[in-house]
Every structure is written in C-alpha cells, then in structure tokens.
C-alpha cells in the first residue's frame, strides 16, 4: 500500500536562509511573527512537526528547539501526544506602569471589552469611607464590571467612587470605555498612581460564574487604592483574574 502524501502547509511566508545566518534563529522570527499578527488563533493547534520543518526549511531536531524556545516564551503549550498548541493570550501586569484594562489591552493588540453587572448609587461603608476620606453617610458610586479580551472574560473589577466627584457617573455606559479615560476626559480626574497588592485566592460562587472557571479555583485579586493628581485617593476596589490568563512581569533591582 502506498504511504499516504502529506499535506502541504502554506504559512504564507517564503523561506529564504542567508548564508551564515542561523536556520533557528530565523524559524523561530518566522514563526514569533505569524503567532503575532493572529495567523494561528489561541487555542488552535499548530501544523504537524514534519510538515513546519519542511515549510521552513529546517530539520526537525532544530523545530524542536525552536517550537521549545517559544513555549519558554508563553507563545505556545505542548500537548502529549496532541501537538503543539497556540497559548491563550493572557494579561501581562507590569506593576511599574498605571495603565487602565482598556489602554493595556490596545498596547498589546487585543480588544477589550466589559460586561456590567452593577453600576449603582449606595451608601459608603467604613472601610471605603476611610480609604476614600469621606463619610459614611456619603454616597459613592459602585461599579461591577467582567472585563473581556476578544471576548473571553479575563477578570472581575470592582470600583468604589465618590459619587460628588463623579456626578452621573452611573449613567455612564463603560462597556466598551476606559473607566480612567473617562474620569479624565469626563470629571479631569487623573490617575496618577495605585497602592496595589496581589495575592492567590479561591474563587469564590459569584466570582466562578462571572470568570467561567470552578468554584474553589486559584484566581489572583489585586487589591488596589488610587490617587489623582492632588494625591487624593479616588478609587478603592480590586480586581480578581482568572489563574490561567494572567502573567506578572517585572524588574526586580537589589539594594
């Protein structure tokens, strides 16, 4: 019986080695680039072994080393016996820079959005009233938001707001908006830095619904209070992500 052929696989890009350059070097650009710009879509499982070697121009040995050195990276996950699988995009927190879900989110070529689950009027509790530094008998304007990249929730975020600093506020519609942009262009409230804390906890009922994940399941909160530009805190609340969709990045510096 003859073998049966393999199918040809066109990642659309011509292969072209230059002398003296590295063939895993420039497989590993090649495909770093199409992981990149979406040619494989999370999830999706790449072209066999056999058949990328071939596309690529290189052995397989040197495929390994290469499809190796992009699951180092985060790019892709093996699977026994399955192959090679393109990693789900995850959240990348670099606690040096204050950015907002919506601006990090564009920084990293992915569309963010937010499914409201509350965005109401109701009366501060001690502890925001003393975060915040106002009254308990003042109201504030709570917001409950499941944040979304391409469509996957990512996390649940939680706002607590003085409401005189934000008249309306809860009329907003911050589906599709920047809770921050708005303070700006909105109110000319200015994020200017976050007191953040980080730590694993499990998922609690309402929180495993909103996240799709097992109730029990490692989730990270980052338990956060920030400031505006007169050093004011404006906003206390935290943010719980899904274990498996969130990757902390940092310098670490010894003095």
């Known amino acids: ?80 016996y399955r192959g090679w699988f393109v990693a789900d995009r995850k959240w990348v927190h670099e606690p040096n820079r204050l950015r907002g879900f919506t601006e990090v989110a564009h920084e990293q070529g992915l569309k963010a959005s937010a499914r409201i689950v509350r965005n109401e009027l109701r009366s501060a509790s001690l502890t925001e009233a003393e975060a915040l530094g106002i009254d308990t008998a003042e109201q504030v304007i709570y917001l409950e938001r499941v944040r979304q990249l391409d469509g996957a929730p990512i996390s649940v975020e939680y706002s607590c707001i003085p409401a005189k600093r934000v008249p309306g506020l ?12 708005v303070l700006r262009e909105r109110y000319g409230v200015l994020a200017t830095r976050c007191d953040y804390e980080l730590q694993a ?55």
Request: aromatic content about 8%; overall charge negative; some cysteine.
């Open 1 to 80: 019986m003859a073998a049966a052929s393999m199918k040809p696989v066109d990642l659309g890009v011509s292969v072209a080695h230059v002398e003296g350059r590295n063939h895993a070097v420039e497989a590993y650009r090649i495909l770093l680039e199409l992981l990149t710009v979406g040619t494989f879509a999370p999830g999706t499982r790449l072209p066999g072994e056999r058949a990328l070697a071939a596309q690529l121009g290189v052995s397989r040995a040197t495929l390994r080393h290469v499809l190796g050195a992009l699951a180092d990276a985060g790019k892709i996950q093996p699977s026994p």
């Open 170 to 181: 809860e009329t907003v519609d911050l589906a599709d908006q920047s809770l921050y942009g």
């Open 201 to 255: 906890e499990p998922a609690t009922g309402p929180v495993s619904a909103l996240l799709e994940v097992p109730r029990g399941e490692p989730v990270l909160v980052g338990y956060q209070m920030t400031y505006d530009q007169n050093e004011q805190c404006f906003d206390v609340g935290k943010q719980v992500y899904r274990g498996d969709s969130y990757r902390f990045k940092a310098s670490l510096f010894r003095f």
